[in-house]
């Protein structure tokens, strides 16, 4: 059995030195603790042959000689791991090796260590020779100094090289104490060799410690692989130990009573009894909790499942049968019902019955379409299960009292909360366990963990479904729209094409759905590309697009969708075709110039019939009146005066008709507003009218007509001095905004009614007795030849304002006037 053992021993032992130096050859650490342990593999071997008593001459010097050998490998591995030190220095490694080798040569070649190995009736036995003493001394000094240098890396050493070099050392120490007494203090002491077999027993020590900081800590970087083979093996081993150890009591009753087959055979009818009984033992637990339905639970099955499926279902009415199996599969309960809170409302404190199975049909487990409000009002305050008998096995005394009540009475045995964002959105509702057994820790613990998984996964298929349903909602609207609504998210690709845009861009929703930005036209997906880039809202007020057959005007706008931390999540495009509100535009113009030209004609004939009636009227008397001097000196002045006004009218006319046929020049604004003020300050004096102006100190330069600007100034003036009464003011303001000129004719007289604003500027129209109705709007068409705009408008503390808008130059030229 002792050379069995030792056998034994040495094959860890040499599997150990051999994966150590295989895992990293060439590093020195590895090395020489490979080579360690490949001397203590041959020194164990030694041993073993030793005692077997074969060939004793020849084990017992290969013995000393790898003991010898063995304190110098040591303290080179323990100068260089975990990493190398200054001391010992390597001239005394060499020399320390030096003498380990000098010593095993010795050992091998001479009887100076060990004299002679002989038989004896009480087993092997060993005499030194006159060196031993010496080799002794060398073997403790080298220990003792490996044994300083070990500390000392020890003490210093932090965090997983402590932890390598704790676990490293408790091996060494236990193993090198147990053979230095076993096998060299006590054959010194005493002479007695009998008990030098049990000093390699304590490698085994050094084996374990070694192999768990190898498979805990990655001990000098080598990895080891246990496989579940190997794991089983072991446990197996380790359930005979009880077994081994009643038989080595009754091994020597046994041994006198049984031959040596007999003795074999019995003890591999033990060993296969003893592998069985935990075999038969679990079959047949399995069967009579079958029948009394139990349910053996693997809880990381279950776990693993239920993770897998409730992160990847988002469908509602597909979880809640799935969270629904898989409670009572892991229960083998009476029944499981699943409630959620009613409504979207935080407010909403009724729970609703989802889903419920009865799993037994004499059962008690009763479903009601509402959760009692008892439990609901437990269940919402402390966030955490109800257990019947928990709550049985309490003081019961008002609420609770009426609690169990209501459990009891629907055969509840548990209700586990469902919580999501802090809130109880629902309720698991688990019946008895058929076969009558409570529900034991890890049970809750199982069901908690699903419960707070599934209150989770519910919220998020609830969100869902509301996403769903926005989401149809809004195709619904948007395909609906005569607008082409187009979006892309923040990678460029197309998540919404709706039916306009598809007849618009001649782009099948098909192809455009899902696909890059670039199958877009190339207005829209520019547009879009450059929101989704700089997150910034633009507008095409036009841009022609073409769906391959027609081209049509659109106005097109992008806006960014934005999450709620301000990220860019993506663009969206609505474009309209324009072509008709083009048409519409049209046909308004059209009718505006019939109307305006119904106006102008009606004016006309308003403003030359008069004429034509005074100088008929004469005509018509001239016949009886050809004697009267007098009578021809009228209708001569009559004649005259009358057809000078037609001319006027047509003068007027043709001004209005003609207007920017002049050429346009860089002018400074203020010279021709000057001009007219000059020209009607007479008047302004006579009336006793004040007339003032504020048109800057700096040139305002305006592309222009002299001639025409001074005539727009001078009847806005007029218009001014006639509306405006004695000691009155008018004013003319210039200012300058945003690359535009606005001259201001202000005045104090009456204003305009508010009636009328709209119509100041039509030909024709005006508020004076006497007036002709065309010198607005003349003033308005002059205006609008230089790319400006005429307003009118009443002062709040009275009085009108005619407010010129003009652009301001922008070509390098030298301000003229006329």
């Known amino acids: 059995m002792i050379h069995i053992s030792l056998q034994l021993v040495f094959c860890l032992v040499l599997g150990l030195g051999l994966l150590v130096w295989r895992a990293r050859p060439e590093n020195p650490v ?20 030793f005692h077997s008593g074969t060939h004793l001459s020849f084990w017992a010097p290969l013995a000393f000689a790898a003991v010898g050998l063995i304190p110098a490998t040591f303290l080179t591995f323990v100068r260089h791991y975990p990493t190398p030190a200054r001391w010992p220095g390597k001239l005394f490694l060499r020399f320390n090796l030096s003498i380990g080798l000098l010593f095993a040569v010795i050992s091998l070649t001479t009887r100076l260590i060990v004299s002679d190995a002989t038989l004896t009736p009480t087993g092997p036995a060993r005499e030194t020779g006159p060196l031993y003493p010496l080799y002794a001394t060398y073997f403790l000094v080298t220990w003792f100094t490996t044994l300083a ?13 402590r932890v390598q070099l704790h676990y490293l050392g408790l091996g060494f120490a236990v193993a090198s104490s147990g053979g230095i007494i076993t096998n060299l203090v006590i054959p010194l002491l005493t002479g007695n060799t009998a008990y030098t077999w049990v000093g390699p027993h304590f490698a085994l020590v050094f084996v374990a410690m070694a192999a768990h900081a190898i498979i805990r800590h990655r001990l000098m970087d080598v990895r080891l692989v246990i496989h579940r083979g190997l794991t089983f093996a072991l446990a197996l081993m380790v359930s005979l130990i009880p077994v081994a150890g009643l038989v080595a009591l009754a091994w020597p009753r046994l041994s006198d009573q049984l031959a040596r087959d007999e003795l074999a055979v019995l003890l591999v ?86 889903i419920a199975e009865k799993r037994h049909e004499q059962s008690h487990f009763d479903t009601p379409d509402e959760a009692p409000v008892e439990i609901v009002t437990a269940l919402t305050s402390t966030k955490d299960l109800l257990l019947t008998d928990e709550i049985a096995h309490g003081r019961l005394t008002g609420d609770l009292e009426r609690l169990h009540s209501e459990l009891a009475r629907l055969n509840w045995a548990l209700v586990l909360p469902l919580v999501s964002e802090d809130r109880v959105i629902g309720a698991i509702v688990v019946g008895p366990k058929l076969s009558g057994d409570p529900f034991y820790p890890q049970d809750l613990d ?24 926005a989401n149809e909602h809004l195709n619904n609207i948007v395909s609906t729209i005569e607008s082409g609504v187009v979006a892309v998210d923040a990678t460029g ?39 989704v880039v700089d997150g910034s809202p633009r507008t095409q007020p036009e841009v022609e697009l073409s769906d391959g057959s027609t081209t049509r005007p659109i106005i097109c ?24 509100f083009k048409e519409l535009e049209v046909e308004r113009r059209r009718a505006e110039r019939l109307a305006y030209f119904e106006m102008l004609a009606a004016g006309i004939a308003h403003e030359i019939k008069n004429p034509l009636v005074s100088i008929k009227t004469f005509a018509q008397l001239l016949p009886r009146r050809r004697g009267d001097e007098q009578f021809i000196e009228t209708f001569g002045r009559t004649v005259t005066h009358e057809i000078a006004r037609m001319e006027r009218l047509l003068d007027r006319l043709g001004a209005l008709s003609r207007p920017g046929e002049r050429p346009r020049h860089p002018i400074d604004l203020r010279v021709p507003i000057d001009d007219a003020i000059e020209a009607m300050r007479p008047a302004f004096v006579e009336k006793d009218v004040v007339l003032s102006a504020a048109t800057g100190q700096s040139p305002c330069v305006i592309l222009g007509d002299h001639l025409e600007l001074e005539q727009l100034f001078l009847n806005l003036l007029v218009n001014a001095h006639e509306a405006t009464p004695a000691g009155g003011m008018a004013r003319v303001e210039l200012s300058i905004t945003a690359g535009r000129a606005i001259v201001a004719v202000v005045d104090t007289g009456p204003g305009i009614p508010p009636e009328l604003l709209e119509r100041v500027f039509d030909p024709f129209f005006s508020t004076k007795e006497r007036g002709s109705g065309l010198g607005l709007a003349i003033c308005a068409c002059i205006a609008q030849t230089h790319a400006g705009r005429l307003k009118a408008a009443n002062r709040e503390v009275g009085g009108a304002v005619f407010t010129v808008d003009l652009p301001l130059a922008v070509v390098a030229a030298r301000p003229v006037s006329a």
Not at 294 to 319: C, F, G, H, K, P
Not at 496 to 521: C, D, K, M, W, Y
Not at 557 to 580: C, E, I, K, N, R
């Open 557 to 580: 706008t992008t806006s960014p969708l934005h999450d709620q931390m301000g990220a860019v999540l993506g663009a969206v495009a609505v474009f309209s075709d324009l072509t008709p």
């Open 30 to 49: 590895n090395r020489s603790f490979g080579t360690l342990a490949l001397l203590s593999a041959i020194w164990i071997l030694g041993v073993a042959f």
């Open 269 to 354: 009818a033990v060993v296969v009894v003893s592998l069985l009984v935990p075999l038969t033992r679990d079959a047949a637990g399995r069967l009579l909790d079958r029948y009394v339905y139990r349910t053996r639970v693997n809880y990381q099955r279950i776990l693993r499942e239920a993770s897998s499926a409730l992160t990847r279902v988002l469908d509602l009415y597909v979880l809640l049968p799935f969270l629904n199996r898989t409670v009572a599969i892991s229960t083998n309960s009476e029944g499981v019902a699943v409630y959620l809170r009613a409504g979207v409302s935080p407010s909403g404190s009724a729970f609703s019955r989802a």
């Open 149 to 161: 240098v070990f500390i000392s890396k020890w003490t210093q050493a932090r965090g997983l090289a």
């Open 493 to 531: 690709q197309v998540t919404l094409f709706n039916r306009a845009a598809e007849q618009l861009t001649g782009i099948p929703a098909e192809q455009a759905r899902h696909q890059a930005v670039s199958v877009l036209p190339v207005c829209v997906g520019a547009m879009l590309t450059e929101t």
């Open 446 to 469: 199982l069901l908690m963990t699903l419960a707070n998984q599934a209150g989770v996964a519910v919220k998020n298929a609830q969100l869902y479904a509301q996403v769903v349903l």
